[in-house]
Nanobody, 121 residues
Framework: QVQLVESGGGLVQAGGSLRLSCAAS????????MGWYRQAPGERRELVAT???????NYADSVKGRFAISRDGAKNTVYLQMNSLKPEDTAVYYC???????????????WGKGTLVTVSS
């Protein structure tokens, strides 16, 4: 009953920047944490960044100082500003949100389909 749609991925040269967006829609009552994970070919999915409903953030050590996560509660949207990109940042980036819907009391995790970020050297 909840859909997350990512946008903003693409091809960029090392040292460049991209801004990812993810909009949640559907039978949403409230959203708790939102965030981004990524998965490179042959690798496990890993945490990139999260942001709580109160605005507290958490980042993977590999992206600290380069990436910034933010959200717009009114639009149910989370963003990831990625600066100083490196080839090792190349991955499919997945949006997630912990959502309480109108149908359930317990909040559940929802995932987007992913958007590809490719950083060339």
């Amino acid at each position: 009953q909840v859909q997350l749609v990512e946008s903003g991925g693409g091809l960029v040269q090392a040292g460049g920047s991209l801004r990812l967006s993810c909009a949640a829609s559907g039978s949403i009552f409230s959203i708790n944490d939102m965030g981004w994970y990524r998965q490179a070919p042959g690798e496990r999915r890993e945490l990139v960044a999260t942001i709580s409903s109160g605005g507290s953030t958490n980042y993977a050590d590999s992206v600290k100082g380069r990436f910034a996560i933010s959200r717009d509660g009114a639009k149910n949207t989370v963003y990831l500003q990625m600066n100083s990109l490196k080839p090792e940042d190349t991955a499919v980036y997945y949006c997630y949100a912990n959502v309480r819907t109108r149908a359930f009391r317990q909040a559940m995790d929802y995932w987007g389909k992913g958007t590809l970020v490719t950083v060339s050297s």
